[in-house]
């Protein structure tokens, strides 16, 4: 699949929003929000974060000005329940944002915020995880990946929020840093693994009636110019760059936040601010390319045709 740059960084960017939405809503929901300036800036920074993507997304369809009709297709389209419930965020997140400027408790608020986010990442993932012709996007683990990074990704931007503030976020948060850091490798390792040793469900022999080993050859290309199925459909990467650029994922998003949240976990008292911004920068950074190799990875049952 061509890996459109909108739809990455609108998964990158939506996912830590609602992912640092999903946080601050828990802690809300537990009366245990931290102090209002701190509070205040992690909400609008998930706004930023959510509401940019949110944009970008559009930037891929053919016609953005009719992306509300989008939203008639709720019954059957996973597109198009993620575009209301991700609207719906909005509302607890302002209610959420009013009870932490007037100083009042907001737990339904916050509680409402963090499984509405939830529920949005969710219907993200299931956008490609339901779709058939693509057979990697089908793999169990798309779903609990999509989930991860965006908990993963939110939680470091809130924990580096907070150190920036003066308010220590405890060192077992370095530690759980690293614990979701190595569990997204080895999650990632799996999929990859999966992706390279699994095969197409069909084939040209398979599509015309005949047996699996029969050899099919194209008579004459399909069509004489390039169309939307080739350019969006079509796109190939050489296994070599694929493993090179899987490399550089993992270095981001896994080894070097794991290595900056080591000494925040080994000394107490240590100033975790540098550690939990640079890994919540690296981590962002790592999910871009670990997106790109998500779409430019995929495989369109429709390119057995061309």
Avoid at 26 to 37: E, F, I, T
Avoid at 74 to 88: D, F, K
Wanted: contains cysteine; aromatic residues 14%; proline residues 5%.
């Amino acid at each position: 699949m061509h890996p459109a740059f909108s739809v990455i960084f609108f998964t990158t960017a939506s996912g830590a929003g609602y992912g640092l939405w999903i946080w601050l809503g828990l802690l809300a929901a537990g009366n245990a929000l931290p102090a209002r300036a701190p509070s205040l800036f992690a909400l609008g920074l998930g706004f930023v974060c959510v509401t940019a993507g949110l944009l970008s997304s559009t930037l891929h369809l053919g016609q953005p000005l009719r992306a509300w009709r989008a939203f008639s297709q709720w019954r059957s389209s996973w597109l198009s329940r993620e575009g209301i419930v991700a609207l719906l965020c909005f509302v607890p997140m302002m209610w959420l944002g009013a009870a932490i400027w007037f100083g009042y408790h907001a737990r339904i608020a916050g509680l409402a915020l963090a499984l509405l986010s939830l529920l949005t990442v969710v219907c993200t993932a299931m956008i490609y995880a339901s779709l058939k012709p693509v057979p990697a996007w089908r793999h169990p683990l798309v779903v609990p990946v999509y989930l991860l990074f965006a908990l993963f990704t939110g939680g470091l931007l809130l924990a580096a929020i907070l150190s920036l503030a003066g308010l220590s976020p405890g060192n077992m948060t370095g530690f759980a840093a690293m614990i979701v850091a190595a569990l997204l490798w080895r999650l990632k390792r799996y999929a990859w693994r999966s992706i390279d040793q699994g095969e197409l469900p069909v084939s040209r022999a398979s599509a015309l009636g005949l047996p699996a080993g029969r050899s099919i050859k194209v008579f004459e290309r399909p069509h004489t110019e390039g169309n939307y199925l080739t350019r969006e459909m079509g796109f190939v990467l050489a296994r070599k760059h694929a493993r090179k650029l899987r490399v550089i994922a993992v270095l981001l998003f896994a080894l070097v936040p794991a290595l900056c949240a080591l000494p925040v976990w080994l000394f107490v008292h240590l100033d975790a601010a540098p550690f939990f911004l640079a890994a919540a920068l690296s981590a962002l950074a790592g999910t871009f390319v670990e997106r790109w190799l998500f779409f430019a990875e995929a495989k369109h049952l429709v390119t057995l045709y061309y």
